[in-house]
Every structure is written in C-alpha cells, then in structure tokens.
C-alpha cells in the first residue's frame, strides 16, 4: 500500500506539471478581449500615422439627464496625412442651450481659424507662414517614449478586469467588443476619485446647475459600459463608452447622469480635405515665420533707446536709484547688437560701483530660436551669457542676462520723447 | 480515514490553541473596522459613496485578499510545519499509528479549514459591516455572488499556502521560511508588472480570482483555465512538499 502510494507521487506530480503547462499554453495564445482591443488601437493608430493616405476622425460627447442631452459635442477631423493638411469642424451644445460651431484648418503654409461659425459674424484668422512647416497630421500616441511604461501601468491597474472584454467574431472577420462593469466590479479607488470629479463638475458652480440638480452626497459611478469594433482588418474602428453616475441632492432625491462618447475611424482613403474658400469673408491676414514667433515687420523700430528703473526699497519705501539702458544699434533678422548700462542717482555711488556696463552682439541659436543669444564680461571678468527678446506686440524687449547678483528687472520699455 | 479524521482533528485543534488564528481574527476585523471609517469619512467628508452595502464585502475581500490572508496562510502553514520541525514536537506527531501522508493530509487539510473559516468570519462581519452603515438597497443576486467570492478564494489562496507548506519543508528555520514567501510573493507581484503577458500564469494574479466570478459576463473558459493552472501549481506543490516530508528525518 504504501509503496504503490510511492510510485503514485511522481505520476501526481507530472500531471500536475502536464496540467500547469498545457494550460499555462492555451492561455498564452487565447487572446483575450482586453488585448484584441489594445491591438486595434495600436494598429489603428499606426495605420493613422504611417499608412492611411488620408482618413476621418468622427468624435462626440453627450451628456444625458434623465435621458435628455443636456450638452453634447461632436467634433470631426479630417486628416490629409499625404498633404500635411487637416480640417476640423466642431459643434457644441452647452447647456443654456445654445449652439456653437467652430473650424480649423491646417496646412504647411497656412492657419486658418474659424470664429462665431453660424452666426452670421463669421470671422477667419488667416496666418500664413513663410516657410513651409514640417508637420505630421496625426502623431502616433504609442511611438511616444513613455508609451511602454503607461501601457504597463494601465495593464497593472486594470488587473483582473481585463477578461470583462467579452469577444464575439463575426462571419466577415471582424469582432465585436463589449464590456460591463457594474458598480462591485469597478475597483473602490477609481470609483471614489471619478465620483469626487463628478460632484467637482456638477457642483452648481458652472452652467449646468441650470439643468441638472446639485450632488451633494452618495455620487458614485454606477456602471461603465463599453463597446468597440475590430474590422476584418484588425483595425478599431469604432469605439463607445457609456458611464451612469448616480447621486443624490440635499433633498435625499437621487439623480442618473450619463456620460456617452463615441469615436468613429471613418473613409480611409476616402478623405478629402480642402482649402476652404474665404472670398467675401470677413478675414484677417497675418504673416508668421516659422516656429520662431511673429516675424517683425520692420524691425529698425527697434532700434533706439530702452530703459527700465532700478528700484530698491528704503524706510519701507521704494526708491529710484537709477535706470538700466539699452541701446540697439542694429537689428536683423539673426541679428541684435547693441550696449547695455547702467546709472545711479546722486547718493548712491555706493551701488554705482557695481555699474554694469557691456556691448552686446546677439545672435538667433538653432535651439531656441524665439531668443537671439549673447555673451558678455561680467564686472568681474567673467563670461556671462543672455537673451533678447523682442516683442513687438507690447512694443517691449526682454533682456535676460544670466547673473544671479541682486534683483534685475529684464523688461524694458522704449524711451519715446 | 479514522486515523486522517483523527489526525486532522488533532491538526485544527492545535491551530484553534494557537494565538495566530485569534490574532488574524482580530486583525481581520480591525481591517472592516478600519475600511468602514474609511467610507464613512468618505461618505461624510467628500459626498462620495465610497461602497455600497454589497459592495463593502468586496472592499474589504480584495483588500485582505492581497495582504493579510496571504500573510497569514503563512504563519499558519509555517507553524504547522516548521514550528513542529524545530521543536522536536514532528517526533511525537509521527509516534501515533497514522501514516506520513495522512498526516502531510491532515496538516495540509487543517491549513485549508483555518483559511475557510478566516474567510467565512470576513465575510460574516464584512457583510454585517455593509448592511448596518451602507444602507442601500441590496438584491439577493448580489449577496450570492457576494459569498460566492468569498468562498471560492480559497482555491487560490490554497494553492498558496501548499507553496509555503513546500518551502517549510525545503527550508528549516520558520523565520526563513516566512522572509522568503514575502519575498517571492512581493517579487512574484512586481514581475507580474513588467510581463504583463504572463500575469494570468502566476498565484498572486489568481488571488483574484474572484472578480472573475463577479462578472457580468460570466468568462467560463478564464475561469476554467485559472482553475486547471491553480489545480497544476497544488499538485506539483503537494507532491513535492510531501516528497521532501516523507524523506526528512525527524
């Protein structure tokens, strides 16, 4: 007896090994919901940025209050990957009820920007940019380097719930998505946050209290809902969540609000996206170089003398001790050079000391191209180095130097009488 | 099966003679106490119902699941094991008429009636618990399912304490036997982290099993392959935890 029970354990034992590794096997390749739809997005997204000449993002927001829209937005987006162009029109329904349409539209040279659409005050802002933008229409969001860690982050915090994915496949190869999770199935912490920016959001503090009661107590998410396709294709075409929130209001009376958002991947290849025509609109141009801010149109205006007031505080005063000036002596498009200097009122010589006095020849760098760098001696002989900037707009230059003596003030303003 | 009865007997009345079940009892119920004040401050500090009636239970159960049970599976299974080894108490055990397997059994048997009941009082209490400061409606269907959880997380954990019961028995110091299980299970977790494709295959994933059986579509083929590997892990560990027991010289 107790030998045959001997020979039994190493029988046991491979069974057990047999039984671990046969199915440790089928589970590996048994794709779950979870990751077929991970995968569609992954593809999908890839296809977007790398492979579609051009496609459709259709994209909509629906708040619902007893099973009316309270606000909703729906935004599509057409994509010219080949072109670089992308045209945008949204609608939105606040919950005053009332309507807004906007649209955007992109290119290499241009920027036009679509202002009160519908309502008969229509405006464009119409940039055009000197030199034709490198741009890529739809950035992948997994080829970002964080891309893997948030992955695995999202993949720890979804756990167990990943097999809530239901998959049914279809006869012409494509599947469909489904998921559930009612309010035990939702881990406590993602419910107790998303519930605490509900009754933030639905704090009467914004236009929806007109609609909707105030939550005060018991908000919580009472179900998540979800469902997607994946074409024949493997790509994730069509994506809805819904979330039900309950809550009640100070009157103990409990209220459902539903979140919907929808988002539809639509004519791949099919898109067409085009200039739109302005003429007899109401439009204003604008010329922007590229990347390196507004281009100045004609920077010998700011050639001339700048300054600011040196202040200290005295007896709980503040006292004018003198001014930094600056003095630009050339501009060009690359190109700054001027003096900077500094002087003290009588009584101060104390300070005038430390007078700090320089020539200064700026040059744009490659890397930050909004700034024209310098180099200058310090009263102390050593190499300091800093920026100008000049703003058009406010009729300012900004002069940093890279000093950390005492209090500087880097905005000057242009002497004018 | 007199002598196994008697023996596993025996076993649990050794286990309920010692502290460690009255310690996690009580630390169990420190966890409902705690977490209820956590949703009731909740409650009451950010408007926020935090957990329902019949969802407190599960609160807590994925709470303890994770942390206090699987520690004190530990304790347990070392105390059955280790604690006999290294006060010479294995020698008398084995002078009674009962073979080494049924003692192995009973031991094993007596391990596995401890994590049942320290289930059962969670959730008796937790239950109570969610009833009294949850008022919210509760359907009979979320209870069942409820329970249900609650008792099949004893499968997992089990298969857990038969992996500490196969340390004990690789192992001789009680107090090595503890840090290593810690260890492996807290390495065991962070491994599952960074392969995530190969998390469904490790115990401290299966400890959760029992959300799998509170879903609304019900996914029988997970369930039934989370059951097959934890059936795999037991009998390897079993077999192999009675091999070294039956071959160790007392």
């Given amino acids: ?417 | 099966m007199a002598a196994y009865k008697a023996a596993l007997i025996n076993e649990i009345e050794k286990l309920y003679k010692k502290k460690k079940a009255l310690v996690a009892l009580i630390i169990s119920l420190v966890v409902i106490v705690l977490g209820q004040l956590a949703v009731v401050g909740v409650r009451s500090g950010f408007g926020v119902r935090g957990a329902g009636s019949v969802e407190f239970p599960v609160l807590v159960l994925s709470v303890v699941v994770n942390t206090i049970l699987p520690l004190f599976t530990a304790l347990v299974a070392i105390d059955c094991f280790s604690g006999e080894f290294s006060h010479n108490l294995m020698r008398v055990t084995l002078t009674r008429p009962v073979s080494r397997l049924k003692v192995f059994m009973a031991k094993v048997t007596a391990i596995a009636v401890f994590i049942l009941a320290n289930l059962l009082i969670l959730m008796v209490f937790s239950m109570l618990a969610g009833f009294l400061f949850n008022a919210n409606s509760a359907t009979f269907a979320a209870v069942e399912r409820t329970m249900l959880a609650y008792v099949i997380s004893l499968f997992p954990l089990f298969t857990l304490a038969l992996g500490i019961v196969l340390l004990t028995n690789i192992f001789k110091s009680g107090t090595s036997v503890f840090f290593i299980a810690v260890i492996a299970f807290l390495a065991i977790k962070a491994f599952g982290i960074f392969f995530s494709q190969y998390t469904s295959l490790l115990i401290t994933t299966q400890l959760d099993w029992y959300n799998l059986w509170l879903a609304n579509s019900f996914p029988l083929a997970k369930i039934g392959r989370d059951f097959c590997l934890m059936l795999g892990y037991a009998l390897m560990f079993f077999t192999a935890g009675f091999y070294l027991f039956d071959k160790k010289e007392f």
């Fill in chain 1, 1 to 417: 007896m107790r030998i045959s029970k001997k020979a039994a354990l190493p029988v046991v034992f491979t069974v057990g090994i047999l039984l671990f590794a046969s199915t440790a096997l089928a589970d590996i390749v048994s794709k779950s919901g979870y990751d077929t739809l991970k995968d569609g997005l992954k593809q999908s997204a890839a296809s977007c940025s790398e492979k579609f000449n051009n496609f459709t993002l259709d994209y909509s927001f629906v708040i619902k209050y007893n099973g009316e829209i309270i606000s909703s937005q729906n935004d599509v987006k057409k994509f010219d990957r080949l072109n670089g162009a992308t045209e945008d029109s949204s609608r939105s329904l606040s919950p005053d009820g009332k309507v807004s349409d906007s649209y955007y539209y992109t290119d290499k040279n241009t920027w036009i920007n679509g202002t009160d659409i519908g309502t008969g005050n229509e405006a464009y802002y119409y940039t055009e940019y000197t030199q034709e933008r490198q741009m890529d229409v739809f950035d992948n969001p997994f080829k970002q380097d964080e891309a893997e860690d948030v992955e695995k982050i999202v993949d720890a915090v979804v756990g167990s719930l990943k097999d809530h994915v239901v998959v049914q496949e279809n006869a012409d190869g494509s599947k469909a998505l489904s998921g559930s999770l009612s309010e035990v199935q939702i881990p406590a912490l993602v419910n107790a946050v998303a519930s605490l920016q509900v009754k933030q959001a639905f704090s009467g503090q914004n236009s929806y209290s007109a609609r909707i009661p105030v939550l005060t107590q018991d908000i919580y998410v009472k179900q998540i809902e979800g469902s997607a396709t994946v074409n024949s294709d493997g790509l994730l075409d069509y994506i809805l969540a819904t979330v039900i929130l309950s809550g009640k209001d100070a009157q103990e009376q409990a209220h459902e609000i539903t979140m919907e958002t929808l988002v539809k991947l639509t004519d791949i290849n099919e898109t067409v996206v085009q200039k739109p025509d302005l003429s007899g609109k109401k439009v204003k141009r604008t010329t922007e170089r590229n990347s390196a801010g507004p281009q100045i149109s004609n920077p010998e205006k700011f050639i001339g003398t700048f300054k600011n007031d040196i202040i200290i505080e005295q007896d709980g005063k503040f006292v004018k001790i003198g001014e930094r000036i600056l003095q630009i002596a050339h501009v060009e498009s690359a190109n700054i050079a001027g003096k900077y200097s500094e002087e003290y009122k009588e009584g101060f010589e104390t300070y005038a000391q430390n007078a700090l006095t320089f020539t200064f020849d700026a040059t744009t760098s490659n890397q930050a191209k909004s700034d024209a760098m310098f180099e200058f001696r310090d009263n102390d002989g050593l190499n300091r180095s800093g920026s100008i900037y000049l703003d058009e707009a406010n009729a300012k230059v900004y002069f940093n130097l890279n000093m950390s003596n005492g209090p500087y003030d880097s905005v000057f303003s242009p002497v004018l009488e």
